[in-house]
């Protein structure tokens, strides 16, 4: 479960800017990521780091029969 009092102090920004320059130096040139739609904050997060929108995808789900 995640500790919510943990949020807003800059440890995502930092894990995904760690990241991206991981990626570059070992010669990734696209790195993707998934949000939840309803997770503004870290939408907010990858647009301010250049994230753009791209591929988007519909989940369709139901329970199997017993």
Known sequence: MPRRDWRRRGIAACLKRHTLHWAAVHGLTEVST????????????NETLGY??????ITVTRPLPL
């Open 34 to 45: 998934w949000t939840q739609p309803g997770n503004h904050a870290m939408r907010r997060l």
């Open 52 to 57: 753009t929108y791209g591929r988007q995808t």
